[in-house]
């Protein structure tokens, strides 16, 4: 990654970590997705997704992490730049970069609607997924993107 306008990032580390059951998963997502189109349809807690950047003699300023589905905190070099819970998650990034390599992590906390679609006898939790015309439908979760750096 040199900086360049409108560079895309691909092939991250992702790092599921189970808020109910206490279990961390980790594997490689090429092309960012929906965790719902995914075997971890019915995760709930963090996910966790990891990058490495090389900043050049022109590092970006702005990282732009497209679509999430959940609430966002994005770090560099293992400090926050920021937690947004709606709207577009544009973070200011300039500041927090250093010449060399770069650790890009992004946490999207996702919501338990999926999860507790696991818990058909939870009479409780039944009358939070269903509707009166039905029950809810699989809820999209997770970092979508694309995630796009801006000089």
């Not at 960012?32 to 995914?38: A, V, W």
């Not at 010449?99 to 696991?118: L, R």
């Not at 939870?122 to 039905?134: A, Y």
């Amino acid at each position: 990654m040199s900086g360049t306008a409108g560079s895309t990032l691909n092939n991250w580390e992702v790092e599921l970590r189970h808020s109910r059951e206490n279990w961390v998963k980790t594997f490689p997502m090429d092309e960012l997705k929906d965790l719902k189109d995914t075997e971890y349809v019915n995760f709930t807690g963090t996910a966790v997704y990891k990058r490495t950047i090389d900043a050049a003699a022109n590092p970006p300023v702005w990282l732009n992490l497209g679509k999430v589905w959940g609430v966002s905190e994005l770090f560099v070099n293992g400090k926050s730049c920021g937690v947004k819970w709606y709207g577009n998650r544009i973070y200011r990034i300039g500041d927090f970069l250093q010449a060399g390599a770069n650790s890009i992590e992004v946490h999207v906390t996702t919501i338990m609607g999926n999860y507790m679609k696991t818990m058909p006898d939870n009479k409780v939790v039944q009358r939070f997924i269903n509707r009166k015309s039905g029950p809810q439908e699989i809820q999209p979760m997770g970092l979508v993107g694309p995630v796009t750096f801006y000089s």
